[in-house]
T-cell receptor, first 115, second 112 residues
Framework: ETGVTQTPRHLVMGMTNKKSLKCEQHLGHNAMYWYKQSAKKPLELMFVYSLEERVENNSVPSRFSPECPNSSHLFLHLHTLQPEDSALYLC??????????????FGEGSRLTVL | GQSLEQPSEVTAVEGAIVQINCTYQTSGFYGLSWYQQHDGGAPTFLSYNALDGLEETGRFSSFLSRSDSYGYLLLQELQMKDSASYFCAVRPYSGGYQKVTFGTGTKLQVIP
């Protein structure tokens, strides 16, 4: 248990569907992240929110839309995805002030399959 | 930009010592971190090097040499449960502190 909870753990969707991934952190952190993990590729940073403001959008297609309503919750809204978007989507949080290592705490991920 | 390269796979025997290397090209960063990820699990933080040299945490040690653009994770007294993927990561000076960039990952297999 890392203190970061992601739902759903598994999701199968068609290319025309709209779905959302949810992330909740119980650690009191002030930054939250979305990463994409595909087979044989490094973890790819998608979005970062610090103090509920988006500070990074790493050239992610607009079919992925993040939302951070407060410092404990992060969503990733998905629509008209492509099969190549099938991957493990990892949420993470960190305390970016007063923390020496900048350690990220990850959730167990949402495994997305796009048909 | 930043790139961090790691060997894709390493196999080692239970009880032995293994070193996982991370070579990088980056304009500058706050420190080098290491994460462990078991199949189906979340990446978890292992260690952090802000300065050059060796940091030891139990059976795991991590090393950084900024002049050589190189770091490594050393695992001693290997156990079967150490079979996992290992990632190095940096927080760069440029582009924002939050832009944590990960290496390509090394899948470690520990055999009896």
């Amino acid at each position: 248990e890392t203190g970061v909870t992601q739902t759903p753990r598994h999701l199968v969707m068609g290319m025309t569907n709209k779905k959302s991934l949810k992330c909740e952190q119980h650690l009191g952190h002030n930054a939250m992240y979305w990463y994409k993990q595909s087979a044989k590729k490094p973890l790819e940073l998608m979005f970062v929110y610090s103090l509920e403001e988006r500070v990074e959008n790493n050239s992610v297609p607009s079919r992925f839309s993040p939302e951070c309503p407060n410092s404990s919750h992060l969503f990733l809204h998905l629509h008209t995805l492509q099969p190549e978007d099938s991957a493990l989507y990892l949420c993470a949080s960190s305390q970016d002030v007063g923390q020496r290592t900048g350690e990220l705490f990850f959730g167990e991920g949402s495994r997305l399959t796009v048909l | 930009g930043q790139s961090l390269e790691q060997p894709s796979e390493v196999t080692a025997v239970e009880g032995a010592i293994v070193q996982i290397n991370c070579t990088y090209q980056t304009s500058g960063f706050y420190g080098l971190s290491w994460y462990q990820q078991h199949d189906g699990g979340a990446p978890t933080f292992l260690s952090y090097n802000a300065l050059d040299g060796l940091e030891e945490t139990g059976r795991f040690s991590s090393f950084l040499s900024r002049s050589d653009s190189y770091g490594y994770l050393l695992l001693q007294e290997l156990q079967m449960k150490d079979s996992a993927s290992y990632f190095c990561a940096v927080r760069p000076y440029s582009g924002g502190y939050q832009k944590v960039t990960f290496g390509t990952g090394t899948k470690l297999q520990v055999i009896p």
